[in-house]
């Protein structure tokens, strides 16, 4: 069974950056990805890659802002989080899973996930 923990999510101010991480206790997923969640909207993908390093791809909204990385010692996954803006206020969950190739930006296609952080961006 594989267990996510995020940690890093915060308030900052626009322009601002934060790291979101993402401690995974157990391994056999491929996938991991991060999604967010505004108050009254749906749970929409941020980004995703595999964990050999390719299937990266990220939201238009996000890209170019953020970078999506893990590192395998610790077997933790990051989200580097630069240039934030008030919209990217949200709640920001890990997930992890099993699917190959490229478009896995559905929620439906991961596993398991990880009880959310909180990032307020303020104008």
């Known amino acids: 069974q594989v267990q996510l923990v995020e940690s890093g999510g915060g308030l900052v101010q626009a322009g601002g950056s934060l790291r979101l991480s993402c401690a995974a206790s157990g391994r056999g997923f491929s996938r991991y990805g991060w999604f967010r969640q505004a108050p009254g909207k749906a749970r929409e993908f941020v980004a995703t890659?595999?964990?050999?390093?390719?299937?990266?791809g990220y939201a238009d909204s996000v890209k170019g802002r953020f970078t999506i990385s893990r590192d395998n010692a610790k077997n933790t996954v990051y989200l580097q989080m630069s240039s934030l803006k008030p919209e990217d206020t949200a709640v920001y969950y890990c997930?992890?899973?099993?699917?190959?190739?490229?478009?896995?930006?559905?929620?439906?296609?991961?596993?398991?996930w990880g009880q959310g952080t909180q990032v307020t961006v303020s104008s």
């Open positions: 890659a595999m964990w050999n390093g390719s299937g990266t």
């Open positions: 997930a992890a899973g099993y699917c190959s190739g490229y478009g896995c930006v559905g929620s439906h296609q991961y596993n398991y």
